[in-house]
């Protein structure tokens, strides 16, 4: 906590100090989503609730242009020094606050939510706006990330503040990505998609895959189909999806999953696609449990227990404690940084809760012989 | 060469294979500079002015956009398709038109190449325009790209339109360059600097360092030193800017250029920051050899030796030619490219013609017994 200004310091070194002070808007209210959750959660520790309260007031007073959209980033004061360019800062402080009405009950953080939730929703067909820098002459694509994230932000929604009003949104998310990011052919699910259905495999852009981005999106839809019931026919996609998902993204070479990959083993645009980001990792920690414990397939147990072999034996600082965020392909730290412009205290935390949570579901639903064997 | 639509692929994989289609402006117009460059060089092959004259044609008629910029880049067709958010489209037309006057006489390639030079000079103190995101919270910083590039288009202006009218431009930007950019105490030259004079030490943009950037912007102020003469003061202080800039950037423990670095060994926020990319080794090469050649100091001589053994043994591909342009940190490639978005027939072959020049310079200069030595 930034006890001078208010807000969060995010760029913190190994140790935990501070090597910049930026206050990026989606780092910082994903740490009033993260400590609203912890304070509902069977670990709440007193003075939690006070940090996410805190955060609010200052992202709330200081974060939105004048038109209502969140700024990317602040200085330390609170000046805004990103413009609005990015939809998802709309989306973190949605859920941020939605959670926060959850934890309080508090009328102002649900009406933050729904007014930061409506402008997501305003703007997710032209997300750029002014600094769109794409012409006529460019492909669209439709992305898997835009549609992952309203469907989280749907399940949140209805959730923190019971509210169906999101639903149809919800429902649409989910079966644009179940029925138009999937590729029954190629056994892949894309990251770009073309609008009017299909898939472009000559250029870069249409042949891209984000595994983790995947994994997250599908227990984004299992979290839904297992509050609200689903189509059986669905969940057996959503299961096959995972697995093709953990099958190519998995580095069978050094382990981990990779961060970007190309749908043809034809050379990535990102520099880093091979790296090992923590985010992934969590994604695909939760992913296997929920596939697990709503399938019972004993395939996604497996995939479970190597990949929480590898994440603890690469990502963990035994000295000074939470994980690194960037391994090189071959698993070796190559940021000394905890958190930073893109890395904050959510992934892990939020990994770690739904874990213990889903295990916990898992063993209260095995028979003591079915517990025995795993 | 497209040639179908005009234009050329740069987006070639190993074997030559094309992978994408898009058609990103600074890497057509750096071919069109390079073949009239090579057309005029001592290895002129004859149909190589026609390639940059053909690309000429398709980016003139397709490339700019209602306010004469030129766009960052379109589709295979010629149309638009990214838009000119970027003052380096303006600044490789600038010299790919330059060059192919030089190459012709022809007085069109001259126009366009001082409009494409006056469109650069115009944003300099703008260059995002509106697709600029900063807003007055955010620290601003003069870039050394920026100041870097005007000293080489000065350069080149000079010596292919023999012209200058840029030569105060050219000036002030060495200035600039040398005098702001160049930390004493600490020994480095920085990326970015305070508008006011000074360094920001608190942020990770502040205390950005670009050995690769440093090292091509001070084998620019060495040619035109070479070509007009300059202060022995300004000499002796690039030599120790070259020198420092080796010392800091050369990996000790794997060898090679990294790609960017923190000022305080801070973590970096790219995640691409220990990578080694083929472009800062050429210009490591291209700057050894012309302190050698300006200064006849022998440890330019050895740092040469240094980075042409460990450049032709992990960037080369024996088996289908070119470079590999991303290695990892320990040097082996991460990508099977030696084309694409930013990568094409630029960095290497100007690294190789200025090469063979300088040590040709080199064997002239020196008498038989210090030829003998090294």
Request: charged residues 25%; negative net charge; proline residues 3%.
């Amino acid at each position: 906590m930034d006890k001078e200004f208010g807000g969060y310091f995010t760029s913190l070194d190994r140790d935990g100090s501070v090597y910049d002070y930026t206050k990026y808007m989606w780092m910082q209210w994903r740490i009033v989503y993260m400590f609203s959750e912890l304070h509902l959660s069977e670990y709440s520790r007193p003075g939690w609730l006070d940090i996410a309260e805190r955060g609010f007031d200052f992202l709330y007073k200081h974060g939105r242009d004048e038109t209502g959209h969140y700024y990317f980033a602040l200085n330390r004061k609170g000046e805004p020094s990103i413009a609005a360019y990015n939809i998802f800062s709309d989306c973190f402080a949605a859920m941020g606050s939605a959670a926060l009405y959850k934890a309080t009950g508090t009328d102002r953080y649900r009406r933050a939510a729904e007014d930061a939730m409506n402008g997501y929703l305003a703007r997710i067909d032209n997300p750029k706006a002014q600094w769109e820098k794409s012409l006529a002459g460019r492909q669209r694509f439709l992305s898997l990330g835009h549609y992952m994230m309203l469907a989280n932000l749907g399940v949140i929604m209805d959730e923190c503040l019971d509210a169906d009003r999101y639903r149809s949104d919800l429902d649409s998310a989910i079966s644009i990505v179940l029925d138009r990011f999937w590729n029954p052919e190629l056994g892949l699910m894309f990251e770009n998609v073309l609008p009017n259905g299909g898939f472009d495999l000559e250029s870069c852009e249409g042949r891209m895959l984000n595994p983790g981005h995947v994994l997250e999106a599908m227990w984004f839809i299992l979290n839904y189909f297992d509050r609200n019931g689903g189509d059986p026919h669905n969940l057996i996609k959503v299961a096959k999806i995972i697995k093709a998902a953990l099958k190519t993204g998995w580095d069978t070479e050094h382990g981990g999953l990779f961060y970007f990959m190309d749908a043809q083993n034809k050379p990535h645009l990102e520099l880093q696609w091979d790296m090992k980001l923590w985010w992934p990792q969590c994604e695909a920690l939760i992913a296997c449990l929920y596939a697990f414990k709503m399938t019972g397939d004993r395939e996604f147990y497996d995939w479970f227990v190597k990949f929480n072999e590898w994440t603890w034996n690469h990502f963990r600082d035994p000295e000074f404690g939470e994980w690194y965020g960037y391994l090189n392909r071959q698993g070796a730290p190559t940021h000394s940084l905890k958190g930073g412009k893109w890395k904050t205290f959510f992934h892990l935390p939020r990994c770690l809760l739904m874990s213990v949570r889903l295990m916990q579901d898992i063993k209260n639903a095995l028979t003591t012989t079915e517990f025995g064997e795993i």
